[in-house]
């Protein structure tokens, strides 16, 4: 019963690390995806106004 109990702890110490690790990277695709969109932003303007530096 012992090494049931072991074995099923270490499975969701496991599971709870790499669910960790996936929310952590969804959250950093997030941002990556918002600060793209403001870099471009800045491009177009910089481009649009004729501006050689920001």
Known sequence: MNLAALIIIIIAVVLAIT????????WLIWVAIVLAVIALIMFLLRLITGRSKV
Do not use: D, T, V
Request: aromatic share 12%; proline share 0%.
């Open 19 to 26: 669910g960790g690790i996936w929310s952590a990277a969804n």
